[in-house]
């Protein structure tokens, strides 16, 4: 991987001219900007090319049914949240989620970290108001900070040199836990052990009674469980900051081709995925696999352009749909998509993201999500894709390994008298770990009823 100066990788640090690029922070000094997009352009790649051509051959098995994603992590991360505990918390719940899933599949789980990256929101308005005094929108740790005062929200350009910082940071932890004992499966599957034994979560026995025999029989056989004390992790974001990611794209000295190496795989957003946008374009020029999240509004002739601009050759796993309709409308809306998206002959994997189409404001005024609505459209997810014959190929969710009060329901019945007991996004709520957990059971359930 080397950083050079051919002409392709020239201009894709340079904005394509004529084209706009959606939710971009109006950084209020060019000169500051310039300076912190020349130090990211120097800095090491964070993850390599050959291991986002892994990502995607995984991502292309999760189309075919041969494996199942599972990506989740923080709304929004913070410099101040990236701590060995936070971090901790997180990987443990989505190897506990993992485990359950793997059992409930059948085949491996991917797993991937919504993190190392995440640091950019878009937002519906560029103003928050509070009483009488409005400012900018917090946009993220990267953009500019959360704090309600005119300094704090100024967008300040250092903030993607610290961006990187704390991804750099973030992802060498990850990567430490990830291989170097951590992940045993012998210790994962005892966590989850805890949770069952929580009298709330009695209802899960039978599985993790089923879950135990399996570990048992492997044993039994001689299973090589020191060969699963590692395990494979990727890390993904949503590639929202055109000033970020382009500096972190690279040319792969194997083979010449353009990759973002802010992260193995990287989503456009449902506010950013304009045909025309700048957005797009820059993905369509890079090698990693891509998202792009896909709500009940989009229209199928946009996304058909779409998957011709992004994946001109229909390579497997190369482009994810990760759809967010919400539990009212997936079984209504969705069915069309994948219906006209698989006649195109194109090769999409398909994700259901069931968070982001089921956020509301509580009567307490909290921006929450309930649990049952969450379970439902993942429900309604497999529904569409066992009536069409096509594959449902993981899920995408806002979880943390800690034990917040962001959105309601679940075996410890969470109220929306609960929510200021410990709500602590800065952005939209998100699973806990109970509940995290949780999802994982029922979506086992779902998928060991295939
Ligand atoms: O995470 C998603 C979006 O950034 C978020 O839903 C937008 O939130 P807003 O409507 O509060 O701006
Ligand atoms: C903003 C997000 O989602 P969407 O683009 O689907 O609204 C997100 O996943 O953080």
Redesign the pocket.
Known sequence: MSLTTDADSRTLLEATPGLTAAQQPLWPDAAALEAAVAELAVYPPLVFAGECDVLRDRMAAAGRGEAFVLQGGD?AETFAGATADNIKNRIKTILQMAAVLTYGASVPVVKVGRMAGQFA?????NTETREDVTLP?YRGDMVNDFEFTPAARHPDPQRLVRAYHASSATLNLVRAFTTGGFADLRHVHDWNRGFVANAANQRYEKLARDIDKAMKFMSACGADFEAMRTTEFFAAHEALILDYERPLTRVDSRTGDLYDTSGHFIWIGERTRDIGGAHLDFVSRIHNPIGVKVSAKAHVDDLLRLIDLVDPERTPGRLTFITRMGAGQVRESLPDVVEKVTASGAAVTWICDPM?GN?FESASGY?TRDFDDVVDEVRGFFEVHHALGTVPGGIHVELTGNDVTECIGGSEKILDADLNKRYESV??PRLNHQQSLELAFLVAEMLSRD
């Open positions: 709304c929101k878009p937002r519906s308005s929108a982001h956020t921006k952005c939209d």
